[in-house]
């Protein structure tokens, strides 16, 4: 009784490992994401196997119905869509379970967009930061964003085709339009591309042509140093508490005094805050 955890290719097809191959062929249950999607891709490794659907509507209901199967004797193989399952895909509630069950759970490594992206990104990798996808919402995106504003490790982002200017627009407004952005486009497959700008050039590149802004995207954000002119989150939580009781040029004013900042560059962010 085994899970195995089980990379696939995240574009390009070849980009699938021996070992991945051999163990989808031997299981006796593939757990798919998408049964359709992955179905194709069985087929072309000439696989036949028995699917059964497990995607992030269903994952907390069917879960214990694998664990009875597991039990049984049965060993299943967890595929999502692409890439390596769990990294912004389903399957962490059945790894949990089946660890709470004593079922032993099995990695076989492959393909991950975050990883692929940071290898070629030429930012420091020796410590980053995974952070997936960013909220939807304005507001709760630019919180979040905040949040960052003085993270020392590069950090990693997937983002969509519909979102992509908007969150490139607030990590701009939060970050200030210098810092810089490697944009990994469709990994692996025949339209890949990836660039590295600031984030004020990446914005401009990507509004010249329409078509730059479609497909799958990895952006990778470098962390600030420790030279660079940063706002402590205790500052900037002080800013916030401030500014529900004071005008924002007030507010500015006295936590620069507290924590020794420049006045005007709380005051932008504080405008943030308010829009």
């Known amino acids: 009784m085994t899970l195995y955890i089980v990379a696939t290719p995240?574009?390009?097809?070849?980009?699938?490992?021996?070992?991945?191959?051999?163990?989808?062929?031997q299981v006796d249950l593939i757990a798919a994401e998408d049964t359709r999607h992955s179905g194709l891709l069985l087929q072309h490794l000439g696989i036949k196997a028995k699917l059964f659907a497990l995607h992030d509507h269903n994952e907390q209901d069917k879960s214990q119905l694998l664990i009875e199967k597991l039990k049984s004797g049965l060993s299943i193989a967890l595929i999502s869509d692409a890439?390596?399952?769990l990294i912004n895909?389903?399957?962490y509630h059945l790894v949990k379970a089946c660890r709470e069950n004593n079922i032993n759970v099995?990695?076989?490594?492959?393909a991950c967009a975050a990883i692929a992206a940071l290898s070629v990104a030429g930012l420091p990798s020796d410590r980053f930061s995974y952070e997936g996808?960013?909220?939807?919402?304005?507001?709760?995106?630019q919180d979040y964003l905040t949040t960052l504003i003085d993270e020392p490790r590069t950090m990693i982002f997937y983002e969509s085709t519909h979102r992509l200017l908007d969150t490139l627009h607030d990590m701009q407004t939060i970050w200030g339009s210098d810092r810089q952005i490697v944009l990994a486009k469709e990994l692996?497959?025949?339209?890949?591309?990836?660039?590295?700008?600031?984030?004020?050039?990446?914005?401009?590149?990507?509004e010249e042509d329409s078509n730059?802004?479609?497909?799958?995207?990895?952006?990778?954000?470098?962390g600030v140093s420790k030279t660079d002119d940063v706002i402590d989150a205790k500052a900037i939580n002080t800013l916030?508490?401030?500014?529900?009781e004071l005008p924002l040029k007030k507010a500015a004013a006295i936590t620069a005094e507290i924590y020794g900042l420049k006045k005007n560059q709380l005051y932008q962010l504080g405008l943030t805050f308010q829009n």
Do not use: C, M, Y
């Open 133 to 141: 996808f960013l909220p939807a919402k304005t507001k709760a995106r």
């Open 106 to 110: 099995v990695p076989i490594p492959g």
């Open 89 to 91: 895909d389903p399957g």
């Open 212 to 222: 730059r802004q479609k497909g799958e995207f990895v952006l990778i954000a470098e």
């Open 240 to 244: 916030k508490l401030l500014l529900n």
């Open 83 to 85: 890439g390596t399952p």
């Open 10 to 25: 995240i574009g390009n097809l070849d980009d699938i490992t021996l070992r991945a191959i051999n163990t989808l062929k």
């Open 188 to 206: 692996t497959k025949t339209w890949e591309t990836i660039v590295h700008f600031s984030i004020k050039d990446l914005i401009e590149w990507l």
